[in-house]
């Protein structure tokens, strides 16, 4: 009887955050990430300097459903690019990515068109998101 | 009488836990203050007045009526030919020196056609991949003549040995060339994360470039030991204090282990820090600083000559309080922090532009921002006399009380056997990460306000900014392979493995760099050089 109810236990959401790229300023993704193990997700953090190939190639071996992208370098277009077209290629297109950092308000649209899920602007709060990973919507197509 | 003292006292003290009267880092302050706050308070020991040991009231008797402090505006971007154009504006409107912003793939010793640099370059600041670069981005600039601060750290030596090689081409040597090149690696591990090699190697980097400005370049300054990067990647006001100066004592403690007489060195050691918000607690760290390394090289390394004593900086306002919210706040925010730093007495100045949260300025901002400054030195009178606020109770309290927590912090990092060993074990890493989460938790509670964030919102229409767009990165990559086309590759290999046989020995790396850089070695090939021999660094990542 007891056993029935323990199996319905939610799966804790996996996060990866990732800095992409050159930058190594990493201020906003470590409050992210820590923002997000303390409201219960399960975060691995990737550290500086990966590359989009390391970063899917991390979220593909800890079976993550959400990528954190963290930039503030001005290179987000190309990376982000780079990171959706590794996921299709790979068929993890219900990984849903997310952007944070200096970008400007001209290209979250094109962000958007890309397939990231949400994109988060200076002044942004960690609550937001959390809410908006929870939240859960489709994921690049 | 008896009742009256007691509720005087009881209103003076800490007015307890109550965030809305802390400053920006925490710390509470009194309702008001007075003359109890600063009893034990001696002049001439703690103060002295301008120009005199301790140095607190400033470093010189004149201060800014003998000289304002320098403008120097931070600029970069695109290629050098656009930077060049840039730094002549700058130069044309009242900018008193220059000061080089470099893009991603340059600060960490990559080519723009490396697979790391995609879509970095020109984006943060200038492109420069080697010689010819550099020569672009000073031409009709005459370096006898204009000082010039760069910001670069893992490639410090070489971006040196860069500015040497194109003032030689001008007919200037380089016992003429004044200027900063940051340098101060440190810091890299702590907060800004440029750095490339692991801490002792890149130390012994940095003491083979004091030690060549040293004997070759006396009007240089061979390190701008930093703050401003601590702070902004989060640290507290203390912290950026402390951790700036326990860096300088690491870099005094490294050339003087390496045979160095300290008088010789420390008069050309500089700091830079950040001027953020909370007005009296920056003017009060500002002072401090000075009255903590004044004491430390008199009495720490015995130091006897009064330059050695004297700590000279920069300030930047703090890029971080800016907001995309409603830009126009910044120009307010920057001019408030401008005005700390003048009044904290610093020798040179850097104020951000009003749409720096969200790109790099155009030049429209940026000439308000230099306008602030310009303002600030001709009009608002608080350059007539030094050191206005010394005396004020709560700016002296202030003083003694960021003193008191930056010497707390020296006793627990020589605990552990300095910076380096602090570093390595990821202590000052850890202390930055955990203010910096504490205060995004102060701001998301409301405790801490942040007009137009969390407050004061409002709709806006996006704002016009400067876009920087791949086409930069394919002309540089373009120009790069060019070059390689047409260099003596064996002069440039007999360059390189030089370079290498250098940096296993202990001869100083200099030379190798320097010929390497006539032969138009690119940067990453040189670092790449010093990569085989050093190794890469990556830190534990702790969040």
Known sequence: MIPLMAEAAVRRPRVVIAKPGLDGHDRGAKVVARALRDAGMEVIYTGLRQSPEQIVAAAAQEDAEVIGLSILSGAHLPICRRVLELLRERGMGSVRVFVGGIIPSQDVAVLKELGVADVFLPGASTREVIRAIEGGSAGVA | ???????????????????????????????????????????????????????????????????????????????????????????????????????????????????????????????????????????????????????????????????????????????????????????????????????????????????????????????????????????????????????????????????????????????????????????????????????????????????????????????????????????????????????????????????????????EAVTIALRTQQIIAHESGVANAADPLGGSWLVEKLTNEIEAEALEYFRRIDAMGGMVAAVERGFPQREVQESAFRFQQAVERKEKIIVGVNDFVMEERPHPILYIDESVGEEQVAGVRKLRAERDDVRLARALRELKVAARGTASLMPPILEASRAYATIGEMCDALREVFGEYEEEPVF
């Not at chain 2, 410090?156 to 081409?169: H, K, N």
């Open chain 2, 1 to 363: 009488m008896k009742k009256v003292v007691e509720e005087k006292e009881a209103v003076s003290s800490t007015a307890g836990e109550d965030a809305r009267f802390t400053t920006i880092s925490g710390r509470p302050l009194a309702r008001f203050y007075g003359p109890r706050d600063v009893a034990g308070l001696d002049y001439a020991r703690d103060l002295g007045d301008p120009g005199q040991y301790p140095y607190t009231r400033g470093i010189h008797g004149t201060m800014y009526r003998g000289r304002t402090w320098t403008m120097r505006q931070f600029a970069g971007y695109g290629t050098a030919a656009q930077t060049n154009a840039r730094f002549k504006y700058l130069l044309a409107h009242g900018g008193g020196g220059l000061s080089v912003a470099f893009d991603l793939p340059t600060l960490m010793g990559r080519d723009p056609d490396h697979p790391l640099s995609l879509g970095e370059v020109g984006k943060c600041g200038v492109a420069v991949s080697s010689l010819r670069d550099m020569e672009t981005l000073f031409e009709g600039i005459p370096l006898d003549r204009v000082t010039t601060s760069m910001t670069i750290n893992g490639p410090a030596a070489i971006l040196l040995a860069f500015y040497v090689l194109v003032a030689e081409r001008q007919g200037v040597g380089p016992e003429t060339l004044a200027g900063t090149v940051q340098a101060d690696i440190l810091k890299e591990f702590i907060a800004q994360k440029e750095y490339i090699y692991p801490p002792r190697p890149s130390m012994r980097i940095v003491v083979d470039m004091i030690r060549f400005c040293t004997e070759r370049m006396p009007r240089w300054n061979t390190i701008s030991i930093s703050g401003y990067h601590i702070r902004e990647a989060g640290a507290t006001a203390a912290q950026e204090l402390a951790f700036t100066l326990r860096d300088g004592i690491e870099y005094v403690q490294w050339c003087v282990d390496a045979g160095m007489d300290v008088d010789s060195f420390a008069p050309r050691l500089s700091f830079f820090f950040n001027s953020h918000s909370d007005f009296f607690e920056e003017i009060a760290k500002f002072r401090a600083a000075r009255r903590i390394w004044a004491r430390t090289m008199r009495e720490r390394f015995g130091a006897k000559n009064p330059r050695s004593w004297m700590l000279r900086f920069h300030t930047q306002t703090a890029g971080v309080s800016l907001t995309a919210q409603q830009p126009y706040n910044n120009v307010v925010r920057t001019a408030l922090q401008a005005l700390a730093g003048v009044l904290g007495g610093t020798q040179s100045l850097h104020t951000n532009s009003l749409d720096e949260a969200l790109a790099l300025p155009t030049e």
